[in-house]
């Protein structure tokens, strides 16, 4: 076999290759600085490679990033910060100018605590209405093809677009002692509902359900119907499957509507006014107890505002997985 030492007989030189490369030199000793130079002098993949020399990697590499990392230009940055003081500052001011030291007293009056007990009963009960008739409602739009389905789930959603006065207007026009359904029940069962406790739950059930009937609807339309195709081939009826198998999946959806609906109802006042009036005791709820307080009594109306804040804060809270999370 031929000697690989040139001819002065140094041992440890190389003689080049086929390729143009020096051959590796005899010896595990000096083969590894010889291997880092002909990777230097051959090109190695590591340094001229395609993986280094193709642009589409070069777009690849830059766009890994950190969004955090990435300047923000001062034209976008200034309106941000302008609109996150527009939307705070109004909240930071109630803190600073809450009557911290008298707030359990205001809360504990009479007047405070009727109108936030009303509140609570009447903003209850109408997320009771609207689960009641706004799940099926929701079901319809998302599982059947009904015919004008667009249309209908466009008259649903019209309360959350609709001014709560206007809406009130109509409650007053159809379901009012001389409306076209109210005459009927006065004449006919003695029922009464504008200006009434029952008359707060018909409005704020009126301008809260399209809250809920929206969150359902996405999540049957998020379900796999194939869970309630499979039930029926078990001789499930429809009523069954939705009960055993649909409401199950749905859950986190009828909840996150309940709550939309539910604070939606406490904080009604322009359906709630125009529809049931502004009677202590019967028909004034927060809303309408902080607008009346704003003239007589200013530190009871911050104390239930104060109270509204909270309830909006747990909310957000409440459904922070479900509105908050980023991707």
Same mark, same amino acid.
Request: charged fraction near 15%; proline fraction near 8%; include cysteine.
């Given at each position: 076999?031929?000697?690989?030492?040139?001819?002065?007989?140094?041992?440890?030189?190389?003689?080049?290759?086929?390729?143009?490369?020096?051959?590796?030199?005899?010896?595990?000793?000096?083969?590894?600085?010889?291997?880092?130079?002909?990777?230097?002098?051959?090109?190695?993949?590591?340094?001229?490679?395609?993986?280094?020399?193709?642009?589409?990697?070069?777009?690849?590499?830059?766009?890994?990033?950190?969004?955090?990392?990435?300047?923000?230009?001062?034209?976008?940055?200034?309106?941000?910060?302008?609109?996150?003081?527009?939307?705070?500052?109004?909240?930071?001011?109630?803190?600073?100018?809450?009557?911290?030291?008298?707030?359990?007293?205001?809360?504990?009056?009479?007047?405070?605590?009727?109108?936030?007990?009303?509140?609570?009963?009447?903003?209850?009960?109408?997320?009771?209405?609207?689960?009641?008739?706004?799940?099926?409602?929701?079901?319809?739009?998302?599982?059947?093809? !009904?015919?004008?389905?667009?249309?209908?789930? +466009?008259?649903?959603? =019209?309360? &959350? #677009? @609709?001014?709560? /006065?206007?809406?009130? *207007?109509?409650?007053?026009?159809?379901?009012?002692?001389?409306?076209?359904?109210?005459?009927?029940?006065?004449?006919?069962?003695?029922?009464?509902?504008?200006?009434?406790?029952?008359?707060?739950?018909?409005?704020?059930?009126?301008?809260?359900?399209?809250?809920?009937?929206?969150?359902?609807?996405?999540?049957?339309?998020?379900?796999?119907?194939?869970?309630?195709?499979?039930?029926?081939?078990?001789?499930?009826?429809?009523?069954?499957?939705?009960?055993?198998?649909?409401?199950?999946?749905?859950?986190?959806?009828?909840?996150?509507?309940?709550?939309?609906?539910?604070?939606?109802?406490?904080?009604?006042?322009?359906?709630?006014?125009?529809?049931?009036?502004?009677?202590?005791?019967?028909?004034?709820?927060?809303?309408?107890?902080?607008? !009346?307080?704003?003239?007589?009594?200013?530190? +009871?109306?911050?104390? =239930?505002? &104060? #109270? @509204?804040?909270? /309830?909006?804060?747990? *909310?957000?809270?409440?459904?922070?997985?479900?509105?908050?999370?980023?991707?």
């Amino acid at each position: 076999m031929k000697d690989r030492t040139t001819g002065d007989g140094q041992d440890g030189a190389a003689e080049p290759g086929r390729d143009g490369i020096a051959e590796a030199p005899a010896g595990p000793a000096k083969a590894l600085p010889w291997l880092r130079s002909t990777r230097r002098r051959s090109g190695h993949p590591r340094n001229t490679g395609p993986w280094n020399t193709d642009p589409r990697n070069a777009y690849r590499r830059s766009t890994r990033r950190r969004p955090g990392s990435q300047r923000v230009p001062v034209t976008l940055l200034l309106p941000a910060l302008l609109g996150l003081a527009f939307l705070i500052l109004p909240l930071v001011g109630l803190l600073i100018r809450a009557p911290w030291s008298g707030l359990s007293e205001q809360l504990t009056s009479t007047a405070v605590w009727d109108a936030l007990q009303l509140s609570l009963i009447c903003a209850t009960a109408a997320t009771a209405v609207s689960l009641v008739l706004g799940v099926p409602l929701a079901w319809l739009l998302a599982r059947t093809e !009904l015919p004008g389905r667009r249309l209908i789930r +466009a008259l649903v959603t =019209l309360p &959350l #677009v @609709l001014p709560p /006065v206007v809406g009130g *207007v109509a409650l007053l026009l159809v379901l009012g002692r001389r409306g076209i359904v109210g005459s009927w029940l006065d004449s006919a069962f003695g029922i009464t509902l504008p200006f009434t406790t029952t008359g707060v739950v018909i409005a704020e059930a009126f301008v809260a359900m399209p809250f809920l009937v929206i969150s359902v609807e996405g999540a049957l339309r998020a379900a796999d119907p194939r869970y309630e195709e499979a039930a029926a081939t078990l001789g499930a009826s429809r009523l069954t499957a939705f009960r055993r198998v649909t409401l199950p999946m749905i859950a986190p959806g009828i909840a996150a509507g309940a709550v939309l609906a539910w604070a939606r109802a406490l904080g009604e006042f322009g359906a709630t006014i125009t529809f049931a009036g502004n009677f202590p005791g019967r028909t004034q709820t927060m809303p309408l107890a902080v607008y !009346l307080a704003m003239e007589s009594d200013p530190e +009871a109306a911050i104390a =239930l505002s &104060l #109270v @509204l804040l909270v /309830v909006s804060v747990a *909310v957000l809270v409440g459904l922070r997985d479900r509105w908050m999370s980023t991707p």
